[in-house]
Antibody
Framework: QVQLVESGGGVVQPGRSLRLSCAAS????????IHWVRQAPGKGLEWVAV????????WYADSVKGRFTISRDNSKNTLYLQMNNLRAEDTAVYYC?????????WGQGTLVTVSS | QSVLTQPPSASGTPGQRVTISCSGS????????VNWYQQLPGTAPKLLIY???QRPSGVPDRFSGSKSGTSASLAISGLQSEDEADYYC???????????FGGGTKLTVL
């Protein structure tokens, strides 16, 4: 069965960095684009970034452009999100979601808290 | 502020039919397909409807989606208590080169 497991969240001070991972199993990882989506406490869903199946194409939300970098290692079936210069407003649960068009499977999320 | 506009709340009694609207523009709903997601309290979102009106395997046929022009709708018939959740629409936006989510609609089953 399809599984997506996020990790790497935690408490970090403003201006610092954090790298999230999303370990995938149960499907051919290298065939699918994958998204990061976040949800601030008590708020709605916000799309963060997407990467194509081969890693060549990446798109970002304006709110994270220039600070976050999405990448993948198809040999390890793992997606990453490098988050630099973190701000308080980046505090959220971060989900990875499979499939460019449909977000058909989601992980359970990892919480990132940006606070001094 | 979401560019896809949903009502913040909706409600109905068991057995009723409710609809949730999602309004966008020519650069998103008007030119791309719409998906709907259900998020039960404390859980990750789940794909409910894809490509405007398609149900993934396992989603009851009580759930249906439609799209017309720059708007889309999710309909839930035979409302059940377990349908109480947050519902989100989403679509790719050609101007932003990214995905837009609606602000979400909290469905209450009275």
């Amino acid at each position: 069965q399809v599984q997506l497991v996020e990790s790497g969240g935690g408490v970090v001070q403003p201006g610092r960095s954090l790298r999230l991972s999303c370990a995938a199993s149960g499907f051919t990882f290298s065939n699918y684009g994958i998204h990061w989506v976040r949800q601030a406490p008590g708020k709605g869903l916000e799309w963060v970034a997407v990467i194509s199946s081969d890693g060549d194409n990446k798109w970002y939300a304006d709110s994270v452009k220039g600070r976050f970098t999405i990448s993948r290692d198809n040999s390890k079936n793992t997606l990453y999100l490098q988050m630099n210069n973190l701000r308080a407003e980046d505090t959220a649960v971060y989900y990875c979601a499979k499939d460019w068009n449909n977000f058909d499977y989601w992980g359970q999320g990892t919480l990132v808290t940006v606070s001094s | 502020q979401s560019v896809l506009t949903q009502p913040p709340s909706a409600s109905g009694t068991p057995g009723q039919r409710v609809t949730i609207s999602c309004s966008g523009s020519s650069s998103n709903i008007g030119s791309n397909t719409v998906n709907w997601y259900q998020q039960l309290p404390g859980t990750a979102p789940k794909l409910l409807i894809y490509s405007n009106n398609q149900r993934p395997s396992g989603v009851p046929d009580r759930f249906s989606g439609s799209k017309s022009g720059t708007s889309a709708s999710l309909a839930i018939s035979g409302l059940q208590s377990e349908d109480e959740a947050d519902y989100y629409c989403a679509a790719w936006d050609d101007s932003l080169n990214g995905v837009l989510f609606g602000g979400g609609t909290k469905l209450t089953v009275l």
